[in-house]
């Protein structure tokens, strides 16, 4: 089993729709979880932190759940600038350690 | 504020060549990491600085992967010999102090083992 797995997708959205990723982790001394967000030939780049208690950016909403071990991403009122690929980040301080998952690829289509 | 810089940004060798990249991070930056992303798949950490010391190498190929980050500032990344599995794009990215801040990422290096 992968430490982080995505549903790479792709999913496919018409502009105004809302859509959800999950991301599960396997180790639950996972400590800081992050999304960031990978446009097509470009560098990834930190879409959000994600916090116990759930935070809000705009149109973006991440969750965590510690029970189940996964963390979500929610996009409402999708653009047609939000086609991206979007990569789950697991941190443990412990270990220093820093894993990303494959990415989930979303197109959004006017 | 410049960001993490990286060269060369595409390189291509022949397999069992030798390569080199260049990875300069945003000033002031303790952490430092390369990272390899094959196409389709999210990137995989190869090796974390922590100033000049390694903290994390775990996924490095020592047999043919080698790097150093002199001073604490510039890091470089070493392939010698290449195989075509290594195809690959290279990123370096660099944080404030720690694994539980932003990563920022360079534009990355383009390698092509033919």
């Known amino acids: 089993r992968k430490e982080v797995e995505q549903d790479p997708g792709p999913f496919n959205v018409p502009e105004g729709a809302t859509v959800a990723f999950n991301c599960t982790y396997s180790?639950?001394?996972?400590?800081?979880f992050f999304w960031y967000r990978q446009d097509c030939r470009k560098e990834p780049k930190l879409l959000m932190s994600?916090?116990?208690s759930g935070n809000e950016d705009g149109r973006f909403t991440a969750q965590l759940n510690r029970a189940s071990q996964y963390i979500s991403l929610l996009i409402r009122d999708s653009k047609l600038s939000d086609s991206a690929t979007y990569l789950c980040v697991v941190s443990y301080t412990g270990g220093f350690k820093t894993i990303f998952g494959a990415g989930t690829r979303l197109f959004v289509k006017a | 504020e410049a960001g993490v810089a990286q060269s060369p940004r595409y390189k291509i060798i022949e397999k069992r060549q030798s390569v080199a990249f260049w990875c300069n991070p945003i000033?002031?930056?303790?952490?430092l990491y390369w990272y390899q992303q094959i196409l389709g798949q999210g990137p995989k950490l190869l090796i974390q600085f922590q100033n000049n010391g390694v903290v994390d190498d775990s996924q490095l190929p020592k047999d043919r992967f080698s790097a150093e980050r002199l001073k604490g500032v510039d890091s470089t990344l070493k392939i010698q010999p290449a195989k075509l599995e290594d195809s690959a794009v290279y990123l370096c990215?660099?944080?404030?102090?720690?694994?539980?801040?932003?990563?920022?990422f360079g534009p990355g290096t383009r390698l092509l083992v033919l």
């Open positions: 990215a660099s944080s404030l102090n720690s694994v539980e801040e932003t990563q920022y």
């Open positions: 000033s002031g930056h303790a952490t």
């Open positions: 180790n639950s001394a996972s400590q800081s």
């Open positions: 994600v916090y116990s």
